[in-house]
């Protein structure tokens, strides 16, 4: 099975590009199958990592950033992938 954990996070007031190479700095203690780095308005910056992993397995995780990098607390998800299309 493939699992993907997603991070989400948004950037105090001026810091997105902080946040962004923050994010993109992060090393995980196992590779994943991919992971990829996203940006948005609202100086938002999203991270998916996919894995070969049952749903409920222990998996390495963005850790959160330092308070004052961020507006809010860190949002994750996890998703159990059901194949691309096309």
Known sequence: MT???MWEARAAEGRGA?????????????????????KASGDRVLVITWWD????????????PD??????PVHRWRFESLGAAG
Do not use: Y
């Open 53 to 64: 992993a049952d749903l409920d397995a222990e998996l390495p995780e963005l850790p959160e």
């Open 18 to 38: 902080e946040l962004l190479e923050w994010a993109r700095a992060q090393w995980l203690a196992a590779d994943p199958l991919r992971r990829e780095t996203f």
């Open 3 to 5: 699992v993907a954990l």
């Open 67 to 72: 308070a004052e990098l961020v507006q809010r």
